[in-house]
């Protein structure tokens, strides 16, 4: 008698393909080949192929379990057989088919079918252990073991492993099912667990150790304890690259700084570590739905300070640029890319082959050390989220030199992203090859990048503060050189200059129409010139000067009062004449329907920056001027609140005077009596003292003198606190781009602190160390600050000789920047000279601008990433000490190049001190722009050039 195909042999099979569909194969797949098993034994029990064996008994267990159908069988026509062994090879060709076909389905679909896989994948654990149950409980009935029996079905089951085995190498598959259980189960279900669920394909001795292990707590300690131990040695260079980047918007101080950098570091090589599980979880094409949602969560978790490992590894090796590309613009759409995988995108590069060399070798450390890390990190949780206030007044505390930076940091948040600095190969070929043209804009040869914003204006919600004479820089700082007035010559020298210009270096006549009565400019052939008056001194500034000291002589110009403040200075006349008194002037007006009022100041030697009395700070420290000076500069002092007066007194010296010389002074109509009155209410509460009030009868003009108070006790006695007295943690220094407040900051009580005393008289002043300066402080040069200051001095003794053997005639200097200053020393040694040196500080160097208020200079805070805020073809000579190659680390040198072109004048000097290697970089620009260079010598680390008349024919897009 013939017998069909034993049973067991189905059986076997039909589990074997159940439990490999669920295991390695997509849901879809995975159907279809469960159906194949499924038809079969169906078809054979209705249908059984036939072919000679001595074994029955699976027959007669047929003939139990389907009793009625038993007649059917015997009588089964032969052919059956055929027919269903072809339609059995077609459906395994049509599962192979889809099989193939998804294991191409490109990343997005995966993703799509990342949720139904995964509950699919869950569950497959418990489906394995109920058909295990079934199998064991059918073999049990049966108990048909025959061994032939066996022998066949053995080597059917070994010939499908081994094909099995053959299609997963070729497919270089290897999938991970995630561990459902959790620290609340038993450690011997944690093991069974992820011995029965985790698969790791055909070369599980490949995978990091951290891949085989749950997602229980112990092991996110271990493998944050790996992290931490490797965190110095494989991070090291791309946090210092980093924090570079990072300068501008502002660096931690103190040890605070430190610990807040080791944090960085960490946290970079978590999100690191992350994006390069992603890119290997996505490059498998089987287990891509269960990587993928793994990965993204430890994302989500990196990004709120969770770490959590992640099962993923890699079995295809090296990637090509396309499935990288795609890989990336995958987690792009899925928004797995956070702000720390942001931030460290030119790092990953560079560190890639050290990290991979690295990852496997860092050592385990004790439990007690991984529970240290889990509470550091915690700890680090706590700290962001307190109060940016309270970070500052911290750090105030812990570190001896803050820089501009780190005080604005509380106040303002403008600075928009960081420059990449991996492409600094690329850039320096442009620069190699520099290509420059014209700037195409509006303003023409006057051009100020900064305060010419045309865009960034137009999208102002409001110009009730002037907001439309700010600083809004361009995102993109331009490259472009500004062209040259048609008649340009070279600038009159120096005391000549103060009382006549070249009509075509400015020319502008607007003023001489409107304001030529009053004396300010008059057009006088060729040139322009300056009678020396102005609105409050038609009958010239020298007369104005004495008037003021002779109403309070308490001022003593030259001695006492050194560097003084000109709000709405107009031409500059009255801080042109203050040099003859040994007077230094920071003069400041806007840009606006006075045409090039500050142009002509610069053009006539006299120092002064475009600026306005807005929503904004001033650009200066804290109690630095000793005389604030308001002469019809139409500022709405006592508009609300009195913000900007109290401006002013954040600025001025405890004990320094306001001189208000305006028509409410000594004039009675109604408007001018109301602004009087409000005016001396509010100076009643800030506790100024009126001094004065006297009349000049030559020009027929009147001013109030004010005197800021030198204690708290006027403060403490007021019956109304208003204004109100600043926070004990704002910083009054903080000052490059912070918005105004309407509050007084306290006098020093301690003697020993800035602004509790007043400094020595000039010139004694500009060679004796601050008062406030002590051995117990560190320098910036790393000595005892007061040794330090004496020594920076000694340093700059002899550059006027230095400079002289290289090219620089004093005579054809008049206006001067020193564009990194630290002490003032090299404006000190200038002292001597018919010159003024504008001391520049840096927004990311410490912050030394009040001690050079202190010796009688004067400078301001800025960031040479951005332009300056002057006209162009202002300076006769720029020093630049040790500042490119700290400036290049996060802006091009390029753009620094361009200003320097736009705010030196044509036959101007540059003077470069700094590393061989950027000094060959500028020069290379400098060449590029058609500058002589004068001397350059290597060994010295020294350059000077000289700028030219060149200007580039063609112009740059719009």
Known sequence: MNDTIPFSYLEHFYYFILSFSLQHLPPQTSLICLCIPTFIISFNILYPFQFPSQHNTHYTLLMALFKSRNNRRSSSPSYVSTLTTLL?????????????????????????????????????????????????????TTKVTDESAETITNRAIEELAETNSKIESQEDTSTTEDSAETNTKSESQKDTSTTTTTVFGDNPGHLPDDAIKSDDKNNNNEANKQKGASSDSEISEASSVTQEEQVTSMSESGSEQNSETEKVQQGSAEAYEGNKKDEEGDAKAQDATESQNA???????????????????????????????????????????????????????????????????????????????????????????????????????????????????????????????????????????????????????????????????????????????????????????????????????????????????????????????????????????????????????????????????????????????????????????????????????????????????????????????????????????????????????????????????????????????????????????????????????????????????????????????????????????????????????????????????????????????????????????????????????????AKDFAEDNERWKNVVDELSNIGITWSNVRNVMDMKAVYGGFAAALGDLPVWVFNVVNIDSPDTLPIIYERGLFGIYHDWCESFSTYPRTYDLLHADNLFSKLKERCKLAVIMAEVDRIARPGGKLIVRDESSTISEVEALLKSLHWEIIFSNDQKDLLSAKKGTWRPDSVASS
């Open 88 to 140: 059995f090879i077609a459906l395994c060709v049509f599962g192979v088919w889809i099989y193939r076909s998804n294991t191409g389905v490109s990343p997005q679909t995966q993703t799509d079918e990342a949720t139904s896989t995964r509950m699919s994948v869950d569950t497959s654990s418990t489906t394995n252990n109920d058909l295990s149950s079934t199998e064991d409980t059918l073999e049990t």
């Open 295 to 785: 990965n993204e969560a430890e994302t989500q978790e990196l990004s709120t300070g969770q770490k959590q490992d992640v099962l993923s590894f890699d079995t295809n090796g090296s990637k090509n640029d396309e499935e990288e590309a795609n890989k990336e613009q995958l987690r792009e759409d899925k928004g797995e890319i956070t702000k720390k995988d942001e931030k460290i995108t030119s790092q990953d590069d560079q560190q890639d082959e050290n990290f991979e060399s690295k990852k496997g070798e860092t050592s385990q450390v004790s439990e007690t050390e991984s529970e240290k890390n889990e509470n550091q990190g915690s700890q680090d949780e706590s700290e962001q989220r307190q109060k940016p206030k309270a970070e500052k007044k911290d750090k105030k505390s812990k570190k001896a030199w803050a820089t501009q930076a780190d005080q604005s940091h509380n106040e303002k948040k403008r600075q928009k992203g960081e420059l990449d600095n991996s492409n600094s190969d690329e850039d320096k070929e442009k620069q190699e090859d520099n290509t420059w043209y014209l700037c195409n804009v509006t303003a023409g040869a006057d051009y100020i990048p900064c305060l010419d914003n045309e865009k960034a204006i137009k999208k102002l919600r409001s110009t009730k503060h002037f907001q439309h004479r700010e600083r809004h820089c361009p995102e993109d700082p331009p490259t472009c050189l500004v062209s040259l007035p048609s008649g340009y010559k070279t600038s009159i020298e120096w005391p000549g200059s103060r009382d006549k210009i070249w009509y075509h270096n400015v020319p502008q006549t607007l003023l001489a129409e409107v304001k030529g009565h009053q004396n300010w400019v008059k057009v006088t052939g060729e040139y322009l010139t300056f009678p020396g008056g102005g609105t409050q001194f038609i009958h010239g500034a020298l007369h104005y000067i004495d008037f003021v000291q002779q109403a309070e002589t308490g001022i003593a110009w030259g001695k006492r009062t050194r560097v003084i403040l000109d709000v709405g200075c107009g031409v500059g006349s009255f801080g042109g004449y203050l040099f003859e008194r040994d007077v230094i002037a920071m003069s400041f007006a806007p840009k606006d329907e006075h045409v090039a009022q500050v142009q002509f100041a610069l053009e006539r030697g006299i120092p002064a920056i475009s600026a306005v009395m807005g929503s904004q700070r001033l650009p200066f420290p804290s109690r630095v001027f000793d005389l604030v000076h308001c002469a019809r500069c139409r500022v709405p002092w006592s508009d609300e609140g009195g913000i900007l007066l109290l401006e002013l007194n954040r600025v001025l010296r405890p004990g320094g005077y306001f001189v208000w010389s305006a028509t409410p002074v000594y004039q009675k109509l109604e408007e001018d009596v109301q602004i009087w009155n409000e005016m001396s209410l509010l100076t009643k509460s800030m506790c100024w003292e009126l001094v004065t009030i006297n009349k000049d009868k030559l020009n027929q003009v009147g001013a109030a003198i004010y005197r800021k108070p030198t204690s708290n006790e006027c403060y403490e006695q007021r019956e109304k606190s208003e204004p109100p007295m600043c926070k004990d943690d704002d910083d009054p220094n903080a000052a490059w781009y912070v918005p105004l407040q309407a509050c007084m900051h306290k006098v020093p009580d301690n003697k020993a602190e800035r602004g509790a005393k007043w400094p020595e008289e000039w010139p004694s002043r500009l060679q004796k160390t601050p008062y406030w300066l002590n051995n117990s402080q560190i320098g910036i040069y790393g000595k005892p600050a």
